[in-house]
């Protein structure tokens, strides 16, 4: 099995590569747990729900044409779509892309300290889709 160190993501918000950009990114699968306990149980059951996934960037900020703000700020209270790869690479079985086509609910056009490296972080929240090819 081979370790990967994550050095070389691939991170496309609504078509565009903000690639390198990205200082952190985390793709959360998740599917809500709905209680389905009933009379004779003798521990909690749960049944599958609603995905509720998301995908969390942070990135450095850049107010420049096509890059992180001019592509972020029109997104807000919109559903976009996020594609997140380990690698640039080929999607592949041992390289799948993470689509989420979900909502945007915030961003942060400018945050920051003096002296700080202007950064921007978002939280797409939707269904995820994996694709191995």
Do not use: C, H, W
Request: without cysteine.
């Amino acid at each position: 099995m081979a370790i990967l160190v994550l050095k070389d993501a691939s991170v496309t918000v609504n078509s565009v590569s903000l690639s390198s950009y990205v200082q952190s990114v985390t793709v959360d699968y998740q599917i809500e747990a709905v209680p389905a306990d009933a009379m004779g149980n003798t521990a909690r059951a749960f049944a599958a729900g609603l995905q509720n996934s998301t995908v969390t960037l942070t990135m450095n900020q850049d107010y420049a044409s096509s890059q992180v703000e001019a592509t972020i700020f029109p997104l807000v209270g919109t559903n976009t779509t996020v594609v997140v790869k380990p690698t640039s690479g080929a999607v592949s079985a041992t390289n799948p892309s993470y689509t989420i086509t979900g909502f945007l609910a915030a961003s942060q056009p400018v945050n920051g300290a003096v002296g700080d490296l202007a950064t921007q972080q978002i939280v797409v929240t939707g269904g995820l889709v994996k694709a191995t090819s």
